[in-house]
């Protein structure tokens, strides 16, 4: 859920709008985003957002941000292409001013002046930002890795950085992902010859499983797959979403009739198909679970296939890996993974990418970012250790919700927010309440009680039994005569009640509720959810 403010005097420029996928599914919320209303107070300062790169923790958000604060957006043309595809879900396109820039252009937005300086990472097309505002240059890297040999595009423009950095970088906001790696990271050309083997050595079908989003992956895939005489069948839709924009924009290059249609796919012999697949961190809705599970129309996993997983695990689909992977098994595929096999590399800095990094842009102050609180810290004590120059007094630790203020004098925080996350339904996109995450959350530890009344409309008295039902209350079953006894209860109660509190029937439902609370707390120890309803008849 990346997501930052720039401010000077008052002018105020975003960078990046991402969502976030909760490690731990709250509740049936698998989409997180930024909660914007932060942002309220400065809502005559804004002016631009910038986006670093495409990835869903950096642009997920965007239509978000956008229908509260429409303001124009920058960055790169396989950025914005992405960007696109999602706005149009959205029917917001039209609405929504995006600038393309490249690297090395530098736009004016105001007192800011915002260089883009060319990145490497897992994604291509990516920047880190200059961002020069009247008290200093602040860069921030964006995600980055410091790649040699990219396979597509060039490497990390460490010269134009060097440039700012010569000429004074006030505080370099840096990525720390992989801030507890040690070394440098793989070029992205690493795992060419671990996918050169599989290549020779696979005599029967190929599935290879990443995400769609590792452009530099799926380049390789395609040109070993045409070296080694396999015609390329793209499966998922974000896969061929993706595959279709880096190719139209000339960033994928796919030789002449390499890509097939599954169709066609099925008409060939097994070592004439290598399948490109969505789904390696074990998605239920993804191609490759799908496939697994004969879920998958026109196509299934068998015996004598070959599946690779060229993906990290991202932390909390460990479970769900494990999952596909027994499906798999099950289906007598032969499986290969990261970690028997180098088929995947980090498109983040390691140690020593970051070393690079800092000794560049020589920054005043070094504030580590992305990465949960473990990584900042390690990003910190590891350019202590390793860079000179670099102490407890120059780099500075922040969190969500915190105002760092920098000036001539020093950087400090100056305010702590305690920010809450946004959650998204991901079948309609709409914003999911907090308050309604939180009654999710209680039905699910304490389940629900409900207690419907009828009430002779002209009286104002009890027609027949309060009817009492239960789901998921632990110590309850419908055979211990809990029931009976509530309902026993309730009739008392609602006895001995005046008809003008009846007669007002949000006064008679908060005492029904409360009269059946405190029964049900005398009987168990669970709290569960109480819903009274009222018929008239
Ligand atoms: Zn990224």
């Given at each position: 859920m990346n997501c930052m403010g720039i401010r000077y005097g008052d002018e105020m420029i975003i960078v990046d709008a991402g969502m976030g996928f909760p490690e731990?599914?709250?509740?049936?919320?698998d989409i997180s985003i930024p909660?914007?209303?932060?942002l309220e107070e400065y809502r005559d300062d804004l002016t631009a957002l910038i986006l670093t790169h495409g990835h869903e923790d950096h642009v997920g958000a965007l239509a978000y941000i956008l229908k509260k604060y429409n303001l124009p957006v920058y960055g790169s043309r396989f950025t914005l292409a992405l960007a696109e595809k999602r706005l149009e879900e959205f029917r917001m396109l039209d609405d929504v001013l995006l600038h393309r820039v490249q690297a090395n252009d530098i736009i004016e937005i105001g007192n800011f002046k915002v260089g883009f300086i060319h990145a490497s990472h897992s994604l291509v097309d990516c920047f880190s930002l200059a961002i020069e505002t009247p008290i200093g240059t602040i860069i921030h890297t964006g995600d980055y890795k410091i790649d040699d040999?990219?396979?597509?595009?060039?490497?990390?423009?460490l010269d134009t950085l060097r440039g700012y950095g010569d000429r004074g970088v006030l505080a370099l906001l840096a990525?720390?992902?992989?801030?507890?790696?040690?070394g440098r990271t793989p070029s992205e050309q690493a795992v060419i010859p671990a996918f050169r083997e599989i290549f020779e050595e696979t005599t029967g079908r190929l599935f290879v499983a990443t995400f769609s989003s590792s452009i530099h992956r799926l380049q390789i895939i395609f040109d070993l797959a045409h070296e080694y005489g396999r015609k390329v069948c793209v499966l998922g839709r974000s896969m061929q979403k993706n595959v279709e924009i880096a190719e139209e924009q000339g960033l994928i290059k796919v030789g002449h009739g390499t890509m097939i249609s599954m169709g066609d796919a099925r008409a060939l012999d097994d070592d004439e198909v290598c399948y490109l697949v969505t789904g390696s961190q074990g998605e239920n809705r993804a191609a490759l679970w799908n496939m697994a599970t004969s879920t998958y129309k026109g196509m299934e996993i068998d015996k004598g296939d070959t599946v690779v997983l060229s993906a990290r695990i991202i932390p909390g689909n460990e479970k769900n890996i494990s999952r596909l992977i027994g499906h798999l098994y099950k289906r007598g595929a032969n499986i290969i993974e990261e970690k028997r096999r180098l088929v995947h590399v980090s498109g983040h800095a390691s140690q020593e990418d970051i070393k690079i990094m800092v000794e560049t842009a020589r920054p005043k102050y070094l504030i580590p970012i992305h990465g949960e609180y473990r990584m900042l810290f390690r990003h910190k004590e590891y350019v202590k250790n390793h860079?000179?120059?670099?102490?407890d007094d120059n780099i500075v630790l922040i969190e969500n919700g915190d105002l760092l203020e920098l000036d001539e004098f020093g950087a400090r925080v100056v305010e702590k927010h305690d920010l809450h996350k946004t959650f998204i339904?991901?079948?309609?996109?709409g914003e999911i309440e907090y308050d309604v995450v939180r009654e999710r959350k209680k039905l699910a530890y304490g389940g629900a009680i409900s207690l419907v009344v009828m009430i002779d409309k002209k009286t104002h008295q009890i027609a027949g039994e309060p009817q009492i039902t239960f789901q998921g209350v632990a110590g309850l079953d419908s055979t211990n005569g809990f029931a009976a006894e509530a309902r026993e209860a309730i009739s008392e109660a609602i006895a001995e009640m005046k008809v003008a509190q009846i007669a007002d029937k949000t006064v008679f439902k908060e005492n029904l509720r409360i009269h059946l609370k405190r029964f049900v707390q005398k009987e168990i120890q669970s709290k569960p959810v109480i819903v009274t309803t009222i018929v008239e008849v």
């Open positions: 731990e599914t709250p509740y049936g919320v909660n914007f209303d932060f040999t990219p396979v597509i595009g060039k490497p990390y423009d990525d720390s992902t992989n801030a507890t790696v040690p860079v000179a120059g670099y102490s339904d991901e079948e309609s996109m």
